[in-house]
């Protein structure tokens, strides 16, 4: 995750990386969290496993300091 979140801040214009995670996953979800995801909502019945639907979390990150353009006066 830190690789991940370090290529996109200093070698990609990625501005957001988004993910979905299974609603009872704690561990993935406190390391998601750990670097800089927000929940932003939930998907009830989203995903099947283990023969049942199961609600998952979206999750998103922004970047800590995006580019800016620049403007010309």
Known sequence: MARLTEFADKWTTYLRIELTVFSDNKAAISLYERFG???EGVHRGYGLRHG?????????RLHPDPPRLAVEA
Do not use: E, G, P
């Open 37 to 39: 995801f927000q929940r």
């Open 52 to 60: 049942r639907f199961q609600d998952v979390i979206t999750m998103a």
